[in-house]
């Protein structure tokens, strides 16, 4: 099931290519330690283009697509390689579904202090198999949008805020009120 973000427009996308340049310019850009070297040359750009005009689906399969995730030599294995152990298969729409949400997030934020707005909300933006109970509390939570925002460029890749609601698959995202 795909992120179902309600401000995902071109305002919004706007907003989330200048949070990601941004974060490339200050040398911040979360680089997953998944990534191959290929893989963290032609991520930045694709994650430029997934906020510009795709989704998250898309940079899942792009990732896919063009093998940007470590591998490893494999003699005898018909494929070649394999991937790294450790690495799991849903790793590619992990990292594109969690980074996307992220800028998402700091794009709505923007939005909602450019537009006079103090609050975003708190909303589930993927239904996920078992719902967390910790997680079920945030939804419909008011958030102020200035320290969502400002947490949110601070605490990058896997690292969290208790104050920001987020967290690998948590299905929750903002939107403006």
């Not at 063009?66 to 018909?78: E, S, W």
């Not at 997680?135 to 805020?161: F, P, T």
């Amino acid at each position: 099931m795909a992120l179902h973000l309600t401000n995902l427009d071109l305002k919004t996308r706007s907003l989330m290519v200048n949070e990601i340049e941004r974060d490339i310019a200050a040398g911040r850009l979360y680089l997953s330690s998944r990534l191959n070297s290929t893989g963290n040359a032609r991520y930045p750009q694709l994650l430029k283009e997934a906020a510009r005009a795709r989704d998250a689906a898309w940079l899942a399969q792009q990732i896919l697509d063009m093998k940007l995730l470590r591998v490893f030599d494999a003699p005898g294995n018909a494929a070649g390689t394999v991937p790294v152990p450790g690495i799991p298969v849903a790793a590619p729409v992990t990292l594109a579904e969690y980074e996307f949400n992220r800028f998402y997030c700091r794009g709505v934020c923007a939005r909602a202090i450019e537009e006079g707005k103090l609050y975003v909300r708190a909303y589930r933006a993927k239904e996920n198999v078992i719902p967390d109970r910790d997680i079920q509390k945030w939804v419909g939570a008011m958030i102020n949008a200035e320290q969502l925002l400002v947490g949110l460029r601070i605490n990058y890749g896997i690292e969290s805020d208790e104050r920001i609601p987020e967290g690998l698959n948590s299905g929750l995202s903002v939107q403006l009120p």
